[in-house]
């Protein structure tokens, strides 16, 4: 295939993806910055908060359903078995 065809397809690839992507902006979150943000320190230890500032909604087909795929910029989780002895 031509290099021309092989990039159109992946721009439409990407835009088709890029449509069905929604950003869901919060506000009035507990830290300041996104992610981890010290709450308070003491002499007795430190106070972490977690806040998220976007959350990313996109639309997947999966075996043929209609799903949700959820995720928070900067944050990854992989999907690996944890092995248990």
């Known amino acids: 295939m031509p290099k021309n065809i092989i ?4 721009l439409l ?5 890029a449509v069905s992507s929604e950003v ?12 981890f943000n010290i709450a ?8 972490i908060v977690f806040s998220i500032h976007q959350m990313v909604v996109e639309e997947m ?3 043929g359903q209609p799903m949700k795929s ?3 910029p900067g944050i990854f989780l992989p999907n ?3 092995l248990r002895i």
């Open 13 to 17: 690839v990407t835009a088709v993806f």
């Open 61 to 63: 087909d999966i075996d």
């Open 7 to 10: 990039i159109c397809i992946l």
């Open 70 to 72: 959820y995720g928070i």
């Open 40 to 47: 308070s320190e003491t002499d007795a230890g430190i106070e």
């Open 24 to 35: 869901v902006t919060y506000t009035n979150n507990w830290g300041r910055h996104p992610m």
């Open 80 to 82: 690996d078995k944890v």
